[in-house]
């Protein structure tokens, strides 16, 4: 059970059942489930995180995966942020070991009927594009989709994110918004106001767009429209990222990283990796402001953003990278993901393998009856030595990733094929 469960049921019927159950029923219901899930029915909404504080069940749940019995655990020397941090801590802990050594199932279905290109996950809901003329939002606990958002007919679709209460695309030229309730767009920008574009990033109220020139754009979502602009490479823009004190970190096609303060327009560094191939996907943590990024030639580095230094760079395909992801905050393990289709989980503080996955080919079909495409059938995953030929491995079993995202204990993967893989694991 997680937000996008609540988000699937939000209608006034079902808000009244559910609010209709005594804290006494709530409790028992919650007492059933393991930690992980626990964790995420807190973040459903205000009444259910009440219930679970109240019940003590995530300090239960704590003490008796610690080893901790009886008056062995005195809670009034534990403050209540000292005692969540251990959990989530913990929580972590079980993350990376389950991703590590742990069973794989992988949940598939057709989500659209072109390429996607682009996969984006916040707490338990994923949306989708690509190719074609919609975005869809998903449920990934229940496969399902929970809004579509139709596109302008004027360009086609580059990148885009989305918080709790809006999408934003970048369609063509056009920066274009849609509420999280509306089909349609509600707002789309003059077009024809910069170069060609590749990338964007979003965190409210600004977009900012890479584009070819090598210069960015930020689009001021409230006063709808362009405010700056931010000169960051002699070629064209090719991924972006934006910390939570408004660094923008852009990488180019020249395998470099700029890094920007969006609040002055002024370059604060430039970052130079030995690969001189273009950089095609980079991510930042913001718990250990370490920034990751990948190249068309496989490579992949990491950079201290506190002390401008590079922690590492290691081949880690043989082929185009296309996303490297982590969980938010998560700094025990990265996803990486490119055109050869294998899952491959590296450690973030070394660039080592921790483990690579491909599909097994036997499949078996459920009784989905709540997604409104394809159905959905589950296969198993298959872990593979670090030295497997996997050029020499059938197709099916790998099929190319265009996109990937990382959740607890699960990782989103998206196709060209129009299918969404949803890799979870388990201890």
Same mark, same amino acid.
């Given at each position: 059970?997680?937000?996008?469960?609540?988000?699937?049921?939000?209608?006034?019927?079902?808000?009244?059942?559910?609010?209709?159950?005594?804290?006494?029923?709530?409790?028992?219901?919650?007492?059933?489930?393991?930690?992980?899930?626990?964790?995420?029915?807190?973040?459903?909404?205000?009444?259910?995180?009440?219930?679970?504080?109240?019940?003590?069940?995530?300090?239960?749940?704590?003490?008796?995966?610690?080893?901790?019995?009886?008056?062995?655990?005195?809670?009034?020397?534990?403050?209540?942020?000292?005692?969540?941090?251990?959990?989530?801590?913990?929580?972590?802990?079980?993350?990376?070991?389950?991703?590590?050594?742990?069973?794989?199932?992988?949940?598939?279905?057709?989500?659209?009927?072109?390429?996607?290109?682009?996969?984006?996950?916040?707490?338990?809901?994923?949306?989708?594009?690509?190719?074609?003329?919609?975005?869809?939002?998903?449920?990934?606990?229940?496969?399902?989709?929970?809004?579509?958002?139709?596109?302008?007919?004027?360009?086609?679709?580059?990148?885009?994110?989305?918080?709790?209460?809006?999408?934003?695309?970048?369609?063509?030229?056009?920066?274009?918004?849609?509420?999280?309730?509306?089909?349609?767009?509600?707002?789309?920008?003059?077009?024809?106001?910069?170069?060609?574009?590749?990338?964007?990033?979003?965190?409210?109220?600004?977009?900012?767009?890479?584009?070819?020139?090598?210069?960015?754009?930020?689009?001021?979502?409230?006063?709808?429209?362009?405010?700056?602009?931010?000169?960051?490479?002699?070629?064209?823009?090719?991924?972006?990222?934006?910390?939570?004190?408004?660094?923008?970190?852009?990488?180019?096609?020249?395998?470099?990283?700029?890094?920007?303060?969006?609040?002055?327009?002024?370059?604060?560094?430039?970052?130079?990796?030995?690969?001189?191939?273009?950089?095609?996907?980079?991510?930042?943590?913001?718990?250990?402001?370490?920034?990751?990024?990948?190249?068309?030639?496989?490579?992949?580095?990491?950079?201290?953003?506190?002390?401008?230094?590079?922690?590492?760079?290691?081949?880690?395909?043989?082929?185009?990278?296309?996303?490297?992801?982590?969980? !938010?905050?998560? $700094? +025990?393990? =990265? %996803? *990486? #993901?490119?055109?050869?289709? @294998?899952?491959?989980?590296? &450690?973030?503080?070394?660039?080592?393998?921790?483990?690579?996955?491909?599909?097994?080919?036997?499949?078996?079909?459920?009784?989905?009856?709540?997604?409104?495409?394809?159905?959905?059938?589950?296969?198993?995953?298959?872990?593979?030595?670090?030295?497997?030929?996997?050029?020499?491995?059938?197709?099916?079993? !790998?099929?190319? $990733? +265009?996109? =990937? %995202? *990382? #959740?607890?204990?699960?990782? @989103?993967?998206?196709?060209? &094929?129009?299918?969404?893989?949803?890799?979870?694991?388990?201890?």
């Amino acid at each position: 059970m997680d937000r996008s469960t609540s988000s699937s049921s939000s209608s006034p019927a079902n808000k009244r059942r559910i609010e209709g159950l005594n804290d006494d029923i709530m409790c028992t219901v919650f007492s059933f489930l393991d930690l992980i899930h626990l964790i995420r029915c807190t973040a459903v909404c205000k009444s259910w995180s009440g219930v679970i504080d109240k019940s003590k069940l995530l300090q239960i749940l704590y003490c008796k995966q610690r080893g901790i019995f009886g008056g062995d655990f005195d809670a009034s020397t534990s403050s209540e942020g000292t005692l969540k941090g251990k959990i989530q801590d913990l929580a972590i802990s079980q993350h990376r070991s389950a991703l590590h050594s742990g069973h794989v199932n992988i949940y598939q279905w057709k989500g659209h009927s072109d390429g996607i290109d682009k996969c984006k996950m916040k707490s338990g809901l994923v949306l989708t594009g690509g190719s074609g003329k919609v975005m869809r939002l998903w449920s990934v606990e229940r496969y399902k989709c929970l809004a579509e958002y139709y596109l302008p007919q004027t360009g086609s679709l580059i990148d885009f994110n989305f918080d709790e209460s809006k999408v934003v695309g970048l369609v063509g030229n056009q920066i274009c918004l849609w509420r999280r309730n509306e089909r349609r767009s509600i707002f789309s920008s003059q077009s024809g106001q910069f170069p060609k574009s590749s990338c964007m990033c979003y965190v409210d109220p600004e977009a900012v767009i890479g584009c070819e020139d090598g210069r960015a754009r930020v689009f001021d979502m409230y006063g709808r429209k362009w405010s700056r602009i931010i000169m960051m490479h002699n070629g064209p823009i090719t991924c972006l990222s934006l910390s939570d004190d408004q660094l923008l970190i852009g990488g180019s096609s020249f395998g470099h990283i700029a890094l920007s303060d969006l609040s002055s327009d002024q370059q604060v560094a430039l970052l130079k990796t030995n690969d001189f191939a273009g950089l095609t996907t980079l991510c930042y943590n913001a718990r250990s402001h370490i920034v990751f990024a990948a190249s068309r030639s496989g490579r992949a580095s990491s950079w201290d953003l506190r002390m401008m230094k590079q922690l590492w760079e290691a081949r880690v395909s043989p082929n185009l990278i296309s996303s490297v992801q982590h969980m !938010r905050d998560d $700094i +025990s393990v =990265l %996803a *990486v #993901g490119g055109i050869d289709g @294998v899952l491959r989980l590296v &450690d973030p503080q070394t660039g080592d393998f921790l483990s690579n996955c491909i599909i097994y080919e036997s499949c078996r079909k459920l009784n989905r009856s709540d997604t409104c495409h394809s159905p959905v059938t589950r296969k198993k995953g298959l872990r593979v030595s670090e030295d497997a030929r996997f050029d020499l491995m059938p197709r099916l079993s !790998r099929p190319s $990733i +265009s996109s =990937l %995202a *990382v #959740g607890m204990q699960k990782v @989103v993967t998206t196709h060209a &094929d129009g299918y969404i893989r949803v890799w979870k694991f388990s201890k």
